[in-house]
């Protein structure tokens, strides 16, 4: 528990007083924001404000999560190195496409292509480890087994083609979709100061909790251990990538909330989407994510809903998609969404730990 803490508050410390030094640099260099044109006309104002803010929250949670290994003495696990290089892979990703927009004086980055495949190698690479390296009790970081609270009884490695497993191929396959679909939710959300900054630090803060109670409940005990425990490989140290990543986002959302000094960028939202996904496939929550973070997953069938029913009908659903967007056209002020999408995304948790510990009670 001393870890959780050391991690928790150092990262946000790091975060809140390098935000603005970061800021500095990105001014002297006149790295700001591109605003895309066919948005709402307030977002102009906000032109050429500094980006690339997922840097320092990547950063905190780096240092929060080593100091904290450092001065409790404590190996790092392989679902956290793992976990962390999901995010960081990721946010690189992100960081090339915000570098591209600023060099180039343009609101597009990377091509289509080239972001589906840079997402996709470090995809690939994290769910191949991600079935490696057993522990001494022949727990892996991740299962091949869909899960929702839990594995379910839906293994992937059951289906074979000609005789041959297709188990490996189908979790990578079914492993990347989770990353590319919570990369782009978390992406999708950042378009309002403050909005996915905020959600995010209500859904990480959920994983805190729900790692410290699978640690205090987990199979791996003999003493403890009954018929609902859990089989996460390596719980308390996710619980500490976690709150890490929960401190960052504390600190940083003091210069990112209205009126922002800085965005996250492609850099912080696909890092952070990176680092739900993993959370959510190596705790053995992947469906229970979508209810923890359901604002994210609202965000996303907006922008689905307006795209089908144009292409179908020609008309629009919504004023504008994402759905924060169509808020805005109807007179909202932005504060007031963002602050009512926070409201959203905690009610979210609150069913989804509720679902997870009403589980655990039937059980």
């Not at 977002?43 to 929060?64: E, Y």
């Not at 404590?74 to 960081?95: C, D, N, Q, R």
């Not at 859990?230 to 986002?249: F, Q």
């Not at 808020?327 to 969404?337: A, D, K, Q, R, Y």
């Amino acid at each position: 528990m001393r870890a959780l803490l050391i991690a928790g508050a150092v990262s946000m410390i790091v975060s809140l007083f390098g935000t603005p030094l970061f800021i500095r640099l990105l001014v002297r260099k006149q790295y700001g924001q591109f605003i895309r044109q066919d948005g709402p006309t307030s977002h102009q104002t906000k032109r050429g404000t500094p980006t690339m803010g997922g840097v320092v929250i990547i950063g905190a949670t780096l240092v929060g999560w080593v100091v904290a290994l450092l001065l409790t003495r404590t190996t790092p696990s392989a679902s956290a190195l793992l976990a962390l290089f999901l995010m960081v892979g990721l946010g690189f990703v992100g960081f090339l496409d915000d570098y591209i927009k600023i060099s180039r004086q343009r609101s597009l980055g990377l091509s289509p292509w080239a972001k589906i495949i840079g997402q996709g190698v470090v995809g690939v690479t994290f769910a191949v480890l991600a079935l490696q390296f057993p522990n001494e009790r022949h727990r892996y970081p991740a299962s091949t087994q869909i899960s929702f609270i839990r594995d379910t009884k839906f293994d992937l490695s059951d289906a074979k083609l000609f005789g041959l497993g297709l188990g490996l191929l189908l979790f990578v396959i079914w492993a990347n979709f989770l990353i590319t679909a919570w990369s782009n939710a978390v992406n999708l959300t950042d378009g309002l100061d403050g909005l996915a900054t905020g959600a995010s630090l209500i859904v990480f803060g959920a994983y805190v909790l729900l790692g410290v109670w699978q640690n205090n409940q987990t199979c791996q005990l003999i003493e403890t251990a009954g018929p609902r425990c859990y089989e996460t490989r390596d719980p308390m140290s996710l619980a500490m990538v976690a709150i890490a990543i929960t401190g960052a986002l504390f600190g940083f959302l003091w210069w990112n909330a209205s009126p922002a000094q800085i965005f996250m960028g492609d850099t912080g939202s696909l890092a952070l989407g990176g680092a739900l996904a993993a959370l959510s496939i190596l705790t053995r929550t992947e469906l229970l994510a979508a209810i923890i973070g359901g604002l994210f997953v609202l965000v996303v069938l907006s922008d689905v809903i307006q795209i089908g029913w144009f292409k179908a009908t020609r008309r629009r659903v919504f004023k504008m998609a994402p759905l924060h967007h169509h808020f805005e056209l109807s007179g909202w002020g932005e504060v007031t969404i963002v602050i009512r999408f926070w409201i959203i995304a905690g009610l979210c948790v609150a069913v989804g730990i509720g679902a997870f510990y009403a589980e655990w009670v039937a059980g």
